[in-house]
């Protein structure tokens, strides 16, 4: 169990930490001044000034974070009074976060959710590439042959793979139920393969059948084969796996939201960090792959989390720096922080009841997510 939650930990951290270096990087573009970037949260265990950075080692070890210099007086932080609010000095007034324009800032801040999708497309890319995905193979298995059924009386045999119909290709389940309910009471050709070696069977499907057996009397087995993307398709197919998993993201936190504030309470298949910690012990003990994929769903889910307009997150300060370009005003400092603590102690609230639905799942002996059986 230790073990599990230390690579949970390390997993955790090195997605926080590239969402930082986002930040990190494009502020150091425009000019921003960093004051420190920190590995874990504070308090500080050690720390080295590099420059006019400080790179730290905080005791809590859980992701990290980016102090840009003028970040507070643009309303991200602490709760500002009238005399803390004050711009830095003149002659570092042009390297301040809040100094810079709405565009820049919007970079800066949009960095970080930018570069955890990124890194699940680069993840889901390689994976698409060098270990392939499964996906629906292009013929159809026989995983049933139905006593008595004109397809027994035909020799078609389980194992079967059917090519052909009357000389034309079938590709999937659907196309062969389709083209069978063409022919009923008439013979048709089939082709078919087992074990490298191909046969021409005849079969008359019947008009009349018992239910769930179809007019030949065969059942379907769901076959998937392992495709690899070249090495330049796979960003492409990647990019829209991700984009698709996004979407099912997005519904699933409107779902949890919907539940959480309409019926009080959480649905069963939504974990929080006990559950994420412990489905990471089943993950490892599968293999690489399933980590890979695993860290790069983690990364999207920070990311969509992070862009959402919600005070104290990325995307809640986005909101303020949109309003802003498009209003041509500023949000005071002190109404925007309000907002980000305001905003932060919905989300520490919403973070707690999740976890009490793990921990008081787990005392009671049910799986986190039930669904992964």
Known sequence: MLITVLVFLVILSILVLIHEAGHYFVAKFFNIKVEEFGFGLPPRAIGKKIGETIYSINWLPIGGFVKLYGEDEAGAGRVLNSKQAKKPSKSDESRAFYSKPVWQRFAVVFAGVFMNFVLAVVI????????????????????????????????????????????????DPAELVSLTKKHLGSEI????QNQQKERV??????????????????????????????????PFVGTKEVLGQTG????????TLVQVFTQGKVPSDVAGPVGIAQLTGTIVAIGPSAVLSFIALLSLNLAIINVLPIPALDGGRLMFIIYEGVTRRKV????????????????????????LHDILRVVSGQPILPQLK
């Open 248 to 255: 099912l993201i997005l519904k699933g936190l409107s779902n």
């Open 189 to 192: 050709t089939l082709q078919v």
């Open 201 to 234: 069977v005849k079969v008359t499907p019947r008009k009349t059948y018992p239910k769930n057996q179809g007019p030949i009397g065969v059942a379907i087995t769901p076959n998937f084969e392992i495709k690899k993307y070249p090495i330049w398709e796979a």
């Open 332 to 355: 005071s400092p002190r109404a925007e922080s309000i907002a980000h603590t305001v905003g932060m102690a919905f989300l520490l609230g919403l973070i707690a009841l999740i976890t």
């Open 124 to 171: 889901v890319s390689v994976l698409f590439s060098f270990v392939g995905v499964a996906v629906p193979a292009k013929h159809v298995l026989v995983g049933e042959v139905i006593k008595g059924s004109p397809a027994e009386k035909a020799g078609i045999k389980t194992g079967d793979v059917i090519e052909t119909l009357n000389g034309q290709v079938v590709d």
